[in-house]
């Protein structure tokens, strides 16, 4: 792992919330919070429902914007703006994987419909870390 991919990893390593930009019907953004998890080559997950706006504006769209990170500053915290492509999975092996029994709260269980996971597949990372100017790039 590069020195850059270690900062990275120290803001993705744990479920966080995050801003999510989809593109709507209409054709502008639309921003809305999820919980995203990672994995160590950065695809980010996240649960929703099939019946949800994003759902929708992700199958029409799949390329997507996410900002997470520390956001308490001044501290020394850093942030990331992730540009990527989303997917939608809603096999019964995939939603029996990441499925978390807080979610009774939404969804009847990991064979509810409605339930579905949406990986994100970055394509750009750019962290931002405190006091400066320009980001450092991961990936295109």
């Given at each position: 792992?590069?020195?850059?991919e ?22 502008a ?47 020394g ?29 939404y969804?009847s ?32």
């Amino acid at each position: 792992m590069t020195e850059l991919e270690e900062k990275i990893w120290n803001v993705l390593n744990k479920p966080q919330t995050a801003a999510l930009a989809t593109i709507s019907a209409g054709g502008a953004p639309w921003v809305r919070y999820v919980t995203i998890r990672a994995d160590m080559d950065f695809t980010l997950n996240f649960c929703t429902a099939l019946s949800t706006r994003k759902a929708s504006e992700i199958a029409a769209n799949p390329n997507i914007h996410l900002t997470c990170g520390d956001l308490l500053p001044p501290d020394g915290s850093a942030y990331l703006q992730i540009a990527g492509r989303a997917e939608i999975r809603s096999d019964a092996a995939t939603r029996s994987k990441y499925w978390q029994e807080g979610w009774r709260r939404y969804f009847s269980g990991p064979d509810d419909p409605d339930y579905i996971i949406v990986f994100v597949h970055p394509s750009r990372i750019e962290y931002n870390a405190p006091g400066a100017l320009m980001p450092e790039v991961w990936g295109k």
